[in-house]
């Protein structure tokens, strides 16, 4: 807990010109009497690229603190010029605020700072050379960022602890050697067991699948089969019909016409068989084309 806490910071002149003074007014309250003084800082950091240009403004020694709320003016003077780069004047910078007890800084309040020319033109055109007396000051005092740290201040009680506090009692527990990691394998086995069931039951989807697609391309050519078969059969007993129906026709002809019209019942009879023969094949092919379309 932090015996002091700081309140409230303003600053009263502000836009100012550049090389005008700082001015804070700061409000902070003491929980309990202190041995030595506070101790506040203004630092105007110089350089966005190197810490070498910051400069100390100003500091002051405020004590002693009485206990309660406290309110006073710190007022610095500005940066010196020689200390800055050229092309870091002009633009957007930083200045820290902070206070110490005992040589241990608590707490830093840090406020963004726009420097430029107080008209367009020069801000549109610098100058090689910047005109201080034309350049103002703007500290954005409605964002400011504020940090505080924990230190010790007249007591030990009030020191922060560096360790972590000791914990006799686990030294009693007993140690989970042999038991480390037991509830991890026991999850891991879990995990691996039921991916092994999911293969395997992944397995047995896929061969039911392969005896359903199977299935209809086995049994289909076997019906088929049998089906040409009768088929073959019926279309032999038609053409042996048909054969022996020419003979007797042929024996008639014989005797009414003689053997040029034997020749050309004998032609019909060979262009009536290639039909049938045709026509088989092209059922054979209808057939086979309806089981492409099935399977």
């Known amino acids: 807990m932090s015996v002091v806490s700081l309140l409230g910071v303003k600053v009263l002149n502000n836009p100012t010109a550049f090389n005008a003074s700082y001015q804070f007014e700061i409000t902070f309250e003491c ?3 202190l041995q030595k003084d506070l101790e506040w800082k203004l630092t105007y950091v110089g350089s966005a690229t190197s810490s070498e240009h910051d400069q100390e403004l ?3 020694l405020v004590g002693p603190i009485p206990v309660g709320v406290n309110k006073f ?11 800055i780069p050229t092309s870091e004047i002009l633009g957007v910078t930083v200045i820290l605020l902070t206070c110490s007890y005992d040589g241990r800084e608590f707490v830093r309040v840090g406020y963004y700072v726009n420097n430029e020319y107080d008209s367009e033109e020069l801000n549109a055109e610098p100058p090689a050379k910047p005109l201080i007396e034309r350049v103002r000051r703007n500290v954005l005092a409605e964002k400011p960022r504020v940090t505080r740290f ?5 007591t ?12 006799p009692e686990a030294d009693i527990v007993e140690d989970d050697g042999a038991t480390y ?3 991890e394998e026991e999850e891991l086995e879990e995990d691996l067991k039921a991916g092994e069931e999911a293969q395997v039951i992944g397995e047995d989807e896929e061969m039911a699948g392969a ?6 391309s086995i049994s289909a050519p076997s019906k088929g089969e049998g089906e040409e078969d009768e088929e073959s059969d019926a279309g032999s007993e038609d053409l042996e019909a048909e054969s022996s129906g020419s003979e007797d026709e042929e024996i008639e002809e014989e005797e009414g016409e003689g053997d040029g019209d034997e020749d050309m019942e004998m032609a019909e009879d060979g262009d009536q068989a290639a039909g049938s023969a045709s026509r088989k094949d092209q059922h054979l092919n209808q057939q086979s084309h309806g089981e492409v379309m099935v399977h």
């Open 31 to 33: 929980l309990e009497p």
């Open 58 to 60: 100003d500091s002051l």
């Open 73 to 83: 003016i710190f007022e610095a003077d500005s940066p010196d010029l020689k200390r």
């Open 150 to 154: 924990a230190i010790k201040w007249d």
């Open 156 to 167: 030990e009680d009030s020191a922060p602890a560096e360790f972590p506090p000791e914990q």
């Open 181 to 183: 990691g037991a509830e």
């Open 211 to 216: 005896d359903d697609t199977a299935g209809p």
